[in-house]
């Protein structure tokens, strides 16, 4: 990613990362880390997060970390580990050596407790938790002390330590720490620092039969590992006292925190145990179902790193709460991307045979089409013409309309990167009178795409050579949900009764032009006049290619920026 710090807009986060730098802060150092909790697949909201928190540490010579925060050993997996590596490192980011867990700390953060205890900041409680809940007050109510607070810490190191070993049931008992039981801020009413919870850990085995909170195990891992800068999202202020609190305790290196406001998109949803519902309950084939928010859902579909990493930079940071970020700006910057770099190809999706009349019938003839206007460099390939060809359904109208300027009855147009063709004749089925196929005439001198004597013609429509053609699927997509914030349900529904219908339609018998021939899974192409679209990387096939609509070429963003300057 290089030294982009020149270049990069600035925000509120950068500024601070600058003072900090200026002041000598952290011996000049910048380590910033990314800290997933394994127990789901990443989103794009954490992509954003991802390109900060990597982007930072690139653009000022530090470093970043990969930390999983599996502090909860009951929902994570090693199958959401993997996930999480594979997307990093395809959003094109690098951790190097530095793969953590926050499971590799549980010894330190059980002998940071011990020194708690040991100074009199921390007690074993034997409240239940619906008592804790109970004594902890309100906003608007102090708490109440637990009758077990003012234990000895000769008692509170023995009953630590049997909580440890196995003695006590689930529930039965916590550590809390000994802070504030009137405190305005709730976190500091003696939060629980550790559980009883007899459970397997996916790395530490059962070797531990007490869990840290999440509250206990996250400022002290960014303090082992010499972080400097802890960016995490808004609702983590309430928080920062409470971390600030642990580490002062503890006299050990302390990060400073920054909050910035979690990026929300429309259509869509965010939250993993949303997502995890959509999974398990079957509305989408997977955590890379390509309607999916997540990152291999959206890399299945066919979205670029450079355009999601684009797109984290453009939305920027921002510390006010509640900001939708229109999903029309992804695709816009998907777009971009993809008009650089995408071959074009011609693919019919709803085919209409047209014979030209005029066309001898062993002739086959090899055109000329450019890969890319925008890039002379990717050059041009080979397109069989014949005279039996397939166009698309909707590129021609019997009785068009005023605005129609496609093929009709009597109208000519122009076969992109081949001739003028003329609609003589139109069949149709005689019982439903649909459309079957048409009659045309071409005009040879027009091959290429102009004639001689200057005629012109509006429509310049895609086609391939009925012969030539191969057979595919195509799977267009569209928004996973029709109302713009789903997750704000009314009364009495929730988010899925807001699910799309139509946010997939399948198309069976779509005909490319045959340079698709063995595309690779994975890569990209824009259908003329259709959009951009990728192989399917999951269900494609040699013998039965799939493409997935990725997005189509109308952009709606570039409208509503257009609209705001004028
Ligand atoms: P979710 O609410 O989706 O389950 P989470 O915050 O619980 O997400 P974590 O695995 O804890 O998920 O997140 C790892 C990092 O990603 C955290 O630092 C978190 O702040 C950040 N992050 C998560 N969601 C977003 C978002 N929508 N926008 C920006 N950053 C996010
Ligand atoms: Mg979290």
């Not at 090693?78 to 490192?89: A, L, Q």
Request: aromatic share 10%.
């Amino acid at each position: 990613m290089g030294t982009t710090g020149a270049t990069s807009p600035s925000n509120f986060i950068r500024n601070i990362i600058e003072q900090d730098l200026k002041a000598g802060k952290n011996e000049g150092r910048v380590h910033t880390r990314f800290p997933p909790e394994p127990n789901g697949y990443l989103h794009i909201g954490h992509a954003k997060s991802i390109c900060l928190n990597f982007g930072f540490a690139a653009e000022y010579g530090g470093l970043c970390n990969l930390r999983f925060d599996d502090t909860n050993p009951s929902k994570e997996e090693i199958e959401y580990v993997e996930s999480i590596k594979k997307d990093i490192r395809w959003l094109g980011f690098d951790w190097g050596d530095r793969e953590y867990y926050a499971s590799d700390y549980f010894g330190q953060l059980y002998e940071y407790a011990i020194q708690l205890i040991k100074d009199g900041k921390a007690y074993v409680d034997d409240l239940s938790p619906e008592q804790i809940r109970e004594y902890r007050g309100t906003l608007t109510e102090p708490g109440r002390e637990s009758p077990y607070r003012n234990r000895s810490v000769e008692e509170n190191l023995d009953l630590f330590e049997r909580m440890q070993v196995g003695e006590f049931p689930n529930g039965s008992h916590v550590l809390r720490a000994k802070i504030d039981m009137a405190s305005g801020n709730l976190n500091m009413r003696d939060p629980v620092i550790y559980r009883v919870l007899h459970a397997k850990h996916h790395r530490t085995d059962d070797k531990w039969c007490i869990y840290p909170m999440y509250d206990w195990a996250h400022g002290q891992s960014d303090s082992i590992e010499g972080i400097t800068h802890s960016v995490c999202t808004l609702e983590f202020e309430d928080h920062r006292p409470l971390y600030d609190w642990f580490l002062d305790a503890l006299g050990i290196h302390h990060p400073q925190q920054i909050e910035f406001s979690r990026l929300d998109l429309s259509y869509t949803v965010m939250s993993k145990r949303k997502l995890l519902e959509l999974v398990q309950e079957g509305y989408v084939t997977g955590w890379d179902d390509p309607r999916m928010p997540t990152i291999s859902g959206l890399r299945r579909r066919g979205y670029t790193p450079e355009s999601i990493r684009n797109f984290s930079e453009r939305v920027g940071v921002a510390k006010k709460k509640g900001s939708m970020v229109d999903i029309a700006m992804l695709e816009h910057c998907l777009r971009e991307d993809l008009n650089r770099r995408a071959p074009r190809v011609m693919a019919v999706l709803h085919p209409l045979k047209v014979v030209i009349d005029n066309y001898p019938e062993d002739r086959v003839e090899q055109l000329e089409a450019v890969n890319n206007p925008e890039d002379p460099g990717m050059g041009s390939r080979k397109v069989h013409f014949s005279r039996v060809l397939y166009i698309e359904g909707e590129d021609f109208s019997e009785e068009p309309s005023k605005k129609f300027f496609r093929l009709a009855p009597g109208r000519e147009v122009r076969l992109k990167h081949a001739y003028f063709i003329k609609c003589k004749r139109v069949v149709k089925n005689e019982q439903s009178g649909e459309v079957v196929e048409l009659h045309c005439t071409f005009d040879p001198a027009s091959k290429g795409g102009a004639s001689p004597d200057g005629r012109k013609v509006k429509g310049t429509l895609h086609w391939v050579s009925a012969a030539h053609a191969l057979e595919a699927e195509v799977r267009l997509y569209d928004h996973l949900f029709t109302k713009e914030n789903p997750a704000e349900a009314e009364e009495g529904k929730d988010f899925k009764d807001y699910l799309n219908p139509n946010s997939l339609e399948t198309l069976t018998s779509c005909r490319m032009e045959p340079s698709l021939k063995g595309a690779a899974p994975g890569s990209r192409y824009q259908f003329l006049r259709h959009g951009y679209f990728c192989v399917d990387s999951v269900d494609s096939t040699d013998d039965k290619l799939i493409f997935n609509r990725t997005v189509s070429l109308r952009d709606t963003w570039a409208k509503i920026e257009k609209k705001r300057s004028s």
